[in-house]
Protein backbone atom coordinates (compact mmCIF):
# COMPACT_ATOMS: atom_id res chain seq x y z
CA UNK A 1 0.00 0.00 0.00
CA UNK A 2 1.34 3.57 -1.30
CA UNK A 3 1.77 5.72 1.82
CA UNK A 4 3.48 9.24 2.53
CA UNK A 5 3.56 10.29 5.51
CA UNK A 6 4.59 14.18 6.43
CA UNK A 7 6.12 15.36 10.06
CA UNK A 8 7.62 18.24 11.70
CA UNK A 9 5.12 20.26 11.77
CA UNK A 10 4.09 22.53 14.69
CA UNK A 11 4.11 26.15 16.53
CA UNK A 12 6.90 28.13 15.40
CA UNK A 13 8.08 31.89 15.70
CA UNK A 14 8.54 34.15 12.52
CA UNK A 15 11.84 34.31 11.37
CA UNK A 16 12.64 31.08 12.65
CA UNK A 17 13.20 27.45 10.98
CA UNK A 18 11.87 24.19 10.67
CA UNK A 19 12.17 20.96 8.01
CA UNK A 20 9.24 18.99 7.30
CA UNK A 21 9.87 15.12 6.63
CA UNK A 22 8.02 12.82 4.11
CA UNK A 23 8.26 9.85 4.58
CA UNK A 24 7.29 6.98 2.09
CA UNK A 25 6.61 3.43 1.63
CA UNK A 26 4.56 1.51 -1.12
CA UNK A 27 7.38 2.59 -3.98
CA UNK A 28 10.78 3.95 -4.23
CA UNK A 29 10.45 7.63 -4.60
CA UNK A 30 13.73 7.38 -6.66
CA UNK A 31 11.75 7.21 -9.58
CA UNK A 32 9.65 10.04 -9.13
CA UNK A 33 9.79 14.16 -9.13
CA UNK A 34 8.13 14.35 -5.55
CA UNK A 35 6.34 17.85 -4.51
CA UNK A 36 5.07 20.11 -1.51
CA UNK A 37 1.39 21.33 -1.40
CA UNK A 38 0.36 23.88 0.89
CA UNK A 39 -3.08 25.11 2.19
CA UNK A 40 -3.41 28.30 4.74
CA UNK A 41 -6.65 27.71 6.77
CA UNK A 42 -9.70 27.83 5.05
CA UNK A 43 -8.10 28.73 1.78
CA UNK A 44 -7.04 26.79 -1.65
CA UNK A 45 -4.47 24.87 -2.70
CA UNK A 46 -0.84 26.34 -3.30
CA UNK A 47 2.17 24.38 -4.92
CA UNK A 48 4.97 24.95 -3.04
CA UNK A 49 8.02 23.28 -4.74
CA UNK A 50 9.34 20.04 -6.03
CA UNK A 51 12.62 18.15 -6.35
CA UNK A 52 13.79 15.97 -9.50
CA UNK A 53 13.93 12.24 -9.03
CA UNK A 54 17.34 12.71 -8.72
CA UNK A 55 17.32 15.79 -6.34
CA UNK A 56 19.39 17.50 -8.84
CA UNK A 57 16.67 19.59 -10.15
CA UNK A 58 14.26 22.07 -7.21
CA UNK A 59 11.53 24.51 -8.65
CA UNK A 60 10.06 26.86 -5.73
CA UNK A 61 6.42 29.27 -6.25
CA UNK A 62 7.94 32.99 -6.16
CA UNK A 63 6.33 33.59 -2.37
CA UNK A 64 9.33 30.85 -0.92
CA UNK A 65 12.06 31.00 -3.38
CA UNK A 66 15.31 32.04 -1.01
CA UNK A 67 13.64 30.89 1.87
CA UNK A 68 12.95 26.89 1.61
CA UNK A 69 15.14 24.21 0.28
CA UNK A 70 13.73 20.54 -1.08
CA UNK A 71 15.76 17.63 -0.81
CA UNK A 72 15.64 14.00 -0.62
CA UNK A 73 17.14 11.25 0.45
CA UNK A 74 16.04 8.32 -1.87
CA UNK A 75 18.27 5.51 0.38
CA UNK A 76 15.90 6.31 2.54
CA UNK A 77 12.83 6.98 0.84
CA UNK A 78 12.24 10.33 2.70
CA UNK A 79 11.28 14.05 1.11
CA UNK A 80 12.43 16.96 3.01
CA UNK A 81 10.95 20.62 2.95
CA UNK A 82 13.52 22.79 5.03
CA UNK A 83 11.32 26.20 5.76
CA UNK A 84 13.93 28.99 6.91
CA UNK A 85 12.90 32.76 7.49
CA UNK A 86 9.49 31.97 8.46
CA UNK A 87 6.54 34.27 7.99
CA UNK A 88 2.84 34.46 9.32
CA UNK A 89 1.82 33.77 6.06
CA UNK A 90 3.67 30.20 5.66
CA UNK A 91 0.91 29.28 7.73
CA UNK A 92 -0.59 25.91 6.86
CA UNK A 93 -0.95 22.33 6.21
CA UNK A 94 2.26 21.01 4.09
CA UNK A 95 1.36 17.91 1.77
CA UNK A 96 3.96 14.94 0.24
CA UNK A 97 2.62 14.60 -3.46
CA UNK A 98 3.47 12.31 -5.95
CA UNK A 99 1.59 13.22 -8.92
CA UNK A 100 2.75 11.11 -11.58
CA UNK A 101 1.18 8.18 -12.63
CA UNK A 102 -2.17 7.91 -10.34
CA UNK A 103 -1.07 11.26 -7.49
CA UNK A 104 -0.69 9.86 -4.25
CA UNK A 105 -1.20 12.58 -1.15
CA UNK A 106 -0.10 12.49 2.43
CA UNK A 107 -2.53 13.40 5.50
CA UNK A 108 -0.21 16.80 5.75
CA UNK A 109 1.38 18.53 8.60
CA UNK A 110 0.20 21.36 10.53
CA UNK A 111 2.45 24.63 10.12
CA UNK A 112 1.65 27.33 12.39
CA UNK A 113 3.97 30.77 12.41
CA UNK A 114 3.18 33.39 15.39
CA UNK A 115 4.48 34.87 17.84
CA UNK B 1 1.68 29.93 -15.45
CA UNK B 2 -0.84 27.76 -16.36
CA UNK B 3 -4.17 29.61 -14.64
CA UNK B 4 -7.11 27.16 -14.00
CA UNK B 5 -10.64 28.58 -13.41
CA UNK B 6 -13.19 26.66 -11.70
CA UNK B 7 -16.75 27.84 -12.29
CA UNK B 8 -19.12 27.57 -10.38
CA UNK B 9 -17.73 28.89 -7.51
CA UNK B 10 -20.24 27.82 -5.14
CA UNK B 11 -23.36 24.94 -6.23
CA UNK B 12 -26.05 24.06 -4.14
CA UNK B 13 -28.42 20.98 -6.06
CA UNK B 14 -30.70 18.56 -4.71
CA UNK B 15 -30.19 14.96 -3.80
CA UNK B 16 -30.73 12.85 -6.58
CA UNK B 17 -29.57 15.37 -8.99
CA UNK B 18 -26.56 16.12 -11.17
CA UNK B 19 -23.93 18.40 -10.56
CA UNK B 20 -21.77 19.75 -13.07
CA UNK B 21 -18.52 21.91 -12.22
CA UNK B 22 -16.25 23.27 -14.87
CA UNK B 23 -12.93 23.95 -15.02
CA UNK B 24 -10.93 25.95 -17.67
CA UNK B 25 -7.16 26.43 -18.21
CA UNK B 26 -5.37 29.02 -19.70
CA UNK B 27 -3.24 26.90 -21.94
CA UNK B 28 -3.90 23.29 -23.11
CA UNK B 29 -2.75 20.81 -20.27
CA UNK B 30 -2.73 18.17 -23.23
CA UNK B 31 0.70 16.15 -23.40
CA UNK B 32 1.18 15.13 -27.12
CA UNK B 33 4.09 13.05 -26.16
CA UNK B 34 1.39 10.50 -24.48
CA UNK B 35 -1.51 11.86 -25.59
CA UNK B 36 -2.98 12.55 -22.23
CA UNK B 37 -4.53 15.52 -20.76
CA UNK B 38 -2.54 16.26 -17.28
CA UNK B 39 -5.57 17.29 -15.32
CA UNK B 40 -6.76 16.10 -11.62
CA UNK B 41 -10.14 16.46 -9.23
CA UNK B 42 -10.22 16.69 -5.99
CA UNK B 43 -13.01 16.50 -3.32
CA UNK B 44 -11.87 17.31 -0.14
CA UNK B 45 -14.27 17.38 3.19
CA UNK B 46 -13.17 19.75 6.44
CA UNK B 47 -10.45 18.60 8.05
CA UNK B 48 -9.22 15.88 5.75
CA UNK B 49 -6.43 16.13 2.94
CA UNK B 50 -7.77 16.31 -0.63
CA UNK B 51 -8.67 13.24 -1.95
CA UNK B 52 -8.07 11.73 -5.59
CA UNK B 53 -11.23 11.67 -7.32
CA UNK B 54 -10.23 12.00 -11.34
CA UNK B 55 -6.98 11.86 -13.34
CA UNK B 56 -5.59 12.20 -16.64
CA UNK B 57 -9.37 13.87 -17.17
CA UNK B 58 -11.39 11.00 -17.16
CA UNK B 59 -9.68 7.79 -14.85
CA UNK B 60 -11.46 7.37 -12.06
CA UNK B 61 -9.48 6.41 -8.79
CA UNK B 62 -9.90 2.98 -7.13
CA UNK B 63 -12.81 2.88 -4.90
CA UNK B 64 -14.27 6.19 -6.15
CA UNK B 65 -17.96 5.48 -6.96
CA UNK B 66 -19.23 5.64 -10.77
CA UNK B 67 -21.20 8.55 -9.78
CA UNK B 68 -17.93 10.62 -10.03
CA UNK B 69 -16.83 11.03 -13.80
CA UNK B 70 -14.69 13.66 -15.64
CA UNK B 71 -14.51 14.99 -19.18
CA UNK B 72 -13.25 17.08 -21.62
CA UNK B 73 -9.35 17.97 -23.14
CA UNK B 74 -6.95 20.35 -24.29
CA UNK B 75 -8.37 23.38 -22.15
CA UNK B 76 -11.85 22.69 -20.88
CA UNK B 77 -12.83 20.17 -18.46
CA UNK B 78 -15.97 18.97 -16.31
CA UNK B 79 -16.62 17.05 -13.63
CA UNK B 80 -19.88 15.29 -12.87
CA UNK B 81 -21.71 13.80 -10.15
CA UNK B 82 -24.70 11.81 -12.14
CA UNK B 83 -26.90 11.50 -8.84
CA UNK B 84 -25.69 13.77 -5.95
CA UNK B 85 -25.76 11.76 -2.69
CA UNK B 86 -24.87 13.40 0.91
CA UNK B 87 -21.78 12.56 1.32
CA UNK B 88 -20.82 14.37 -1.67
CA UNK B 89 -21.29 17.77 -0.07
CA UNK B 90 -17.53 19.48 -0.18
CA UNK B 91 -14.87 21.57 -2.45
CA UNK B 92 -14.01 20.39 -5.63
CA UNK B 93 -10.77 21.25 -6.75
CA UNK B 94 -8.79 21.11 -10.33
CA UNK B 95 -5.49 20.47 -10.78
CA UNK B 96 -3.12 20.34 -13.82
CA UNK B 97 -0.02 18.78 -14.10
CA UNK B 98 1.16 19.39 -17.02
CA UNK B 99 4.39 21.64 -16.52
CA UNK B 100 5.60 23.52 -13.24
CA UNK B 101 3.95 25.50 -11.01
CA UNK B 102 1.58 23.04 -10.84
CA UNK B 103 -1.71 25.45 -10.50
CA UNK B 104 -5.43 24.51 -8.77
CA UNK B 105 -8.46 26.05 -9.31
CA UNK B 106 -10.02 28.33 -6.73
CA UNK B 107 -12.65 25.53 -5.63
CA UNK B 108 -16.04 24.84 -5.67
CA UNK B 109 -17.83 24.46 -2.60
CA UNK B 110 -21.01 21.93 -3.38
CA UNK B 111 -24.09 22.03 -1.17
CA UNK B 112 -27.55 20.49 -0.79
Known amino acids: EVQLVESGGGLFQPGGSVRLSCAVS????????MHWVRQAPGKGLVWVSR????????KYADSVKGRFTTSRDNAGNTVYLQMNSLRVEDTGVYYCVRLAEVPKWGPGTLVTVSS | DIVMTQAPESLAVSLGERATINCKSSQSVLSTSINKNSLAWYQQKPGQPPKLLIYWASIRDSGVPDRFSGSGSGTDFTLTISSLQAEDVAMYYC?????????FGQGTRLEI
Open chain 1, 51 to 58: VSADGSDT
Open chain 1, 26 to 33: GFTISNYF
Open chain 2, 95 to 103: QHYATTPIT
